[in-house]
């Protein structure tokens, strides 16, 4: 029973409606499941399932991190990250995360979270998601995402 009450919450956040009856499960609860939600999109390269998960009105995402021995910030398109996921063979999109910091104050969340990269198998790059999340009517949505990107020393990231 449990895990059919796990899978009916999970396709409600895909699917953009609501799986369990109000106050089944906890605010923290809720926000963690868009972004787990996110990374298995990812490994399932269902770019439609991410294409949801984010608010309609965001079209950027960023990563910051030194370039040239600068730091700075690039920005990226949502639409060619949820293209991206769409044209990859499924599986070859594993990023895994460590344990999330929530922060959570009225419609509003903050998740903090370590990850690695993994691209056919192979450690990519890691270091940290920071994503802020809205609740939008009955939905929570991804309305901003930045991560930091390191290709040194993420054998030891997540432990």
Known sequence: MKRFALVALVTGVLFGGSAAPAGAQSVEEEVTLVVDALFDAMRE??????????????????????RDGVAGVVFGKIGSFV??????????F???IGAAEIRIDDDLATVF??????YN?????????????ARVGEDWKIVG????RRRQGCEEWLK
Do not use: W
Not at 145 to 148: K, M
């Open 45 to 66: 390269a269902d770019s439609a399932a991410v294409r949801r998960l984010f608010h309609p009105d965001l079209k950027k995402m960023a990563s910051s991190g030194a």
């Open 83 to 92: 293209q991206a996921v769409g044209d990859a063979e499924p599986g070859a």
């Open 94 to 96: 594993d990023e895994r």
């Open 113 to 118: 979270t370590p990850y690695a990269f993994y």
């Open 121 to 133: 198998g192979n450690l990519s790059h890691c270091g940290v998601n920071v994503f802020q999340i």
């Open 145 to 148: 995402l930045v991560d930091t």
